[in-house]
C-alpha cells in the first residue's frame, strides 16, 4: 500500500495539513511539541482505525473543536481507494470512498502499519498489558479479523465481570458463553502470531547483536496454567473447565481472574527472563527486533512491506542500533514516515525519493531535500 | 431570554434520545414557524402513538389490534416461536419470508453493564405463552452479539428442562453484527439453515 496524499482536519494541535508524502520515505523535521508524533498518531489511525497510543479517542480532537479527520488516497496495486476517518469525542467513522463502512474488513483489507517509538522499550521493561497490547496489534496487522474479535472479547469479559458483581447466578453463566468462544479465538490468535514471530525474532536479534549473541525467546503464559495445545474448541473446552473451578474465587473479587486478559508473553534471553536480566543494550536489542520480526513476517505473509511510521528512534537507541535501523528502513521497498529532531541523524539515509518537511506549532510546510 | 412555552417545548424535545439542547432548539423555533395546523397535527399523532399502539398481550410486539395480526393468523404455525429482541428484529426476519410460525418480543437483551436483567425482558410472558399452548420449538433470533448470544443461553437453560426444542439462527450473519441490518440473503439462510442450541 501507499500513501498518495494525505489531509488532516483538526487532528490534536494539527489544525489542517495537506501533504503529498514520499512513495518512500517521508521526514518530518521539528523542534520538541511541535506535532511530529501527532501526524504519525493520525497515519496509524487511519491505516489501522485503532489510537497509537492508549489514549481516548476524544484526546485526538483539537482543543475547542467539535471534531477531527484524517484523509487519504491509497493505492492497493492498481486500485486507488479514498480511506477517511472522523473522530468526535466518543466515537469514530470510517469511510471507504466517501460511503460508510458496513465491514470493517473492507476497509482493513491489505492495510498495515508498524510504529517504532522510543516506548518500545517498555515491552521488555513495563508490565504485562503492552506485551498483550503488542501481541494484538501484531495479529490485528495479520488477520484484520482480530479487531471484531477482540472487541467481542473485550465487551464479553466487561458484561460477565458486572454479572459477577451483581451476584452470578444464571446470568453470569450465560455470559460465559461469549466469553469463552471469544477467548478461545483470542488464545488461538496469540499462539499462531506468537509461532510466526518466533524464528524471525531470532533472526532480527541476531542479526542486531552480532554472532554469538544469546538467542531470544518468546513463551506466551496464560493464567491459570491454561494448556495452549490443541484446536480452538479444545482451548474453548479448557477456558470453560478454568473458569468454572474460579467462580468462587471471582466471584469474591468481582472480576474474571483468569483469561487471555491476564496472559502474559514472556521474552527471554538465552534461558533468563530480558526484563530482569537483559542489560540495557540486551533489551533495546530485543524491543527492536520485536518490531522488525513483526514487518518480516508480514512481509513474508502479504509479499508486500507494511506502513512504517518511526517516532524519534534516534533519542532512544545507542548510534550503532539507530544506524542499523535506519539502514534496514532504507533498504526496505516499503513507505516510511520517520520524524526526528536533528535533520542531521537522518541525512545520510536520504535516497533521491526522500522528502523532507518541517513541522512548527501544528503547521507543516515543505523543506528542500 | 426564551418564553416559557418555548423553553417549556425545548426542555422536552432534549429528552428524546439523540437530540441535544441546540437540536431541541431548532426543532422548536421550526415548529413555531410552522403554524398551528402542523403543531396539532404533531400533537396528536404524538398523543395517538402512546394511546393506541400497544403490545400484543401474546407475542408482546407493537400493534393497534391486540392480539395482533401475526398472532391471530390461522396460516401461521402457532407451534414453533421466534423470540427476537425488538420489533425491527422482527421485521427484518419477516422480510426473508422463510419463517412461517409466530413471533415473542424480548423488548431487549440482557446486559449486566446497562443494569438490564431476566425481569426487564419479556421473559415472564414467553413462560406463560409456553405453558397455555403447545409448543415444539422456539427458535432464537437475537442478535449475534455478545448481549443477544448471552440471552440465547439463558433461554436455553431456561426452556431445555420444558422438553422443548431450542434452536438458534445459523452463524450466517457476521458476529458483532445487528439483525436489523444483515442482508436480507445472509439472514434468510441463516433462519434456514438453524440449528440446535
Ligand atoms: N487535542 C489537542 N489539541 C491541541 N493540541 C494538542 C492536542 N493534543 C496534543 N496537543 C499538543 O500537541 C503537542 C505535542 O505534539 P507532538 O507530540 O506531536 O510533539 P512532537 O513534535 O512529536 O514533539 P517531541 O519531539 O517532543 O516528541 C503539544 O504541544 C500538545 O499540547
Ligand atoms: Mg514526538
Ligand atoms: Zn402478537
Redesign the pocket.
Known sequence: MRIGSLQLQDF??LAEVSMEPSPRLTVLL?A???????LLEAVYLLTTLRPLRATRLA?????GQPRAAVGATVRRGTIERRLSVEVVPGQRTAQLDGKPIDRLDDYLDGLAAVCFSPDDLQLVKGGPDGRRRFLDRAAFNRWPAVLNESREYVRALRERNAALRAGGGEVERSFRGPLIRAGARLLRRRRDIVGELGPRLTAAFTEISGPGAPSPRLLYRPSGGLSLAGAEEELAGRLAELLEARLHRDLDRGYSTAGPHMDDLLLGIGERAARTYGSQGQQRAFALALRIAEVENLRAVQQEAPLLLLD?VSSELDPEKNGYLLDYVGALPAQAFL?S?DRRLIEPLAGPETRFFG?AGGVISTLDS | MVADPIARLVRELARLPGIGEKTAQRLAFHVLEAGPEQARELAEAVVAVVRDVRCCSSCQTLTERDPCPICTDPGRDPKIICVVEGVPDLLAVERTREFRGRYHVLHGALSPLDGVGPSDLKIKELLLRLERSPTEEVLVATNPNVEGEATALYLQRLLKPLGIRVTRIAQGVPMGGDLEYADQATLARAVAGRREL
Not at chain 1, 59 to 63: A, S, Y
Open positions: 490534536r494541535n521539528g520538541n511539541g511541535q506535532g511530529k508524533t501527532n484526546e485526538l480532537v483539537r482543543f524519534d520524524t529532531t513541522v
